[in-house]
């Protein structure tokens, strides 16, 4: 049935995609490319994403695609100061899209796009308008849009330097790493438990390409919220740039100390765990 998912009703959310799944094989449904779901205004995205990216009964049978984000550009910037939701879904964003852009004012409707390109400055802008509305936005993620305020590749995961954003009023922040190799397998481990214990549910989102030193694979790596979902693992780089990069959009965290942890990625294979920054830390200082 139609309708807005609450971010607390997880359960029913992997047993409704299992059973579409289940009934498309038996073909008691038509044949299906594409699951849209809605999620209620003020939804947390944390518990949402985890359920797509790392429960087996969605991954056996869907690939997550993108997470699209609408902003009202009329009550954004008081909602932002209620409530922690409307920042926090922008920030997870691979595309977002401002609504009722011809009902705002145009000084209100520059600092909505400002704040936005501070908070996620990775995910692709639309506008959208009662004139020219966006719907392909919401739904193509492979061909152009008129409407886009800023177009990037959607399989690239871009990197820039340290931002300063107006996302400081809730603490959220983008941040951008070219990890240096040799990156391994036992490093993107010990950097995921790492990170998890030491910033728990303040690192946001995680995403990023990194090439495996064993075997030259590239590992497209994601992250919400301190857990760590398995890697989709690819032959080559999906775009020109064949660097390592790693965007982490975190709350009241510094970069340096996400870059502090970074080491941990060329950890050897064989090499005994690292649970925590002192270990690596020491590690280091013996190397």
């Known amino acids: 049935d139609a309708g807005c998912l609450c971010c607390a009703n997880t359960g029913a959310l992997h047993e409704t995609l299992a059973d579409l799944a289940f009934k498309r094989t038996r073909k008691e449904l038509p044949p299906f490319e594409r699951v849209i779901i809605e999620t209620s205004?003020?939804?947390?995205?944390?518990?949402?994403?985890?359920?797509?990216?790392?429960?087996?009964?969605?991954?056996?049978?869907?690939?997550?695609?993108?997470?699209?984000?609408?902003?009202?550009?009329?009550?954004?910037?008081?909602?932002?100061?209620?409530?922690?939701?409307?920042?926090k879904q922008a920030a997870v964003a691979e595309r977002?899209?401002?609504?009722?852009?011809?009902?705002a004012r145009q000084d209100v409707l520059a600092s909505v796009f400002s704040i936005l390109q501070d908070l996620n400055p990775h995910a692709e802008l639309f506008s959208s308008t009662a004139e020219a509305p966006a719907v392909a936005s919401l739904f193509s993620f492979h061909e152009g849009n008129g409407n886009r305020a800023?177009?990037?590749?959607?399989?690239?995961?871009?990197?820039?330097?340290?931002?300063?954003?107006?996302?400081?009023?809730?603490?959220?922040?983008?941040?951008?790493?070219?990890?240096?190799?040799?990156?391994?397998?036992?490093?993107?481990?010990?950097?995921?438990?790492?990170?998890?214990?030491?910033f728990g549910e303040r690192l946001i989102r995680v995403k990023g390409l990194l090439r495996m030193e064993e075997n030259g694979e590239i590992a497209l790596v994601q992250g919400v919220q301190g857990v760590f979902h398995p890697p989709q693992r690819f032959r080559d780089w999906p775009d020109a740039d064949r660097?390592?990069?790693?965007?982490?959009?975190?709350?009241?965290?510094?970069?340096?100390?996400?870059?502090?942890?970074?080491?941990?990625?060329n950890t050897a294979p064989g090499t005994q765990a690292i649970y925590s920054l002192r270990e690596l830390q020491e590690r280091q200082a013996q190397q």
């Open 41 to 87: 205004g003020v939804a947390d995205p944390a518990p949402l994403l985890n359920v797509l990216l790392g429960h087996p009964l969605v991954t056996d049978h869907y690939r997550l695609e993108a997470t699209v984000c609408t902003v009202d550009a009329q009550h954004f910037l008081a909602s932002r100061g209620k409530y922690p939701e409307p920042d």
């Open 96 to 103: 977002i899209v401002v609504t009722k852009g011809d009902l």
């Open 243 to 265: 660097g390592n990069r790693l965007v982490c959009i975190a709350r009241d965290l510094k970069q340096s100390e996400i870059e502090a942890t970074l080491p941990a990625l």
């Open 150 to 198: 800023r177009k990037k590749s959607p399989a690239s995961i871009a990197t820039r330097g340290p931002l300063q954003p107006h996302g400081r009023a809730t603490g959220i922040r983008a941040f951008s790493f070219r990890p240096q190799g040799p990156v391994t397998w036992a490093g993107w481990a010990a950097w995921s438990r790492l990170a998890s214990a030491e």
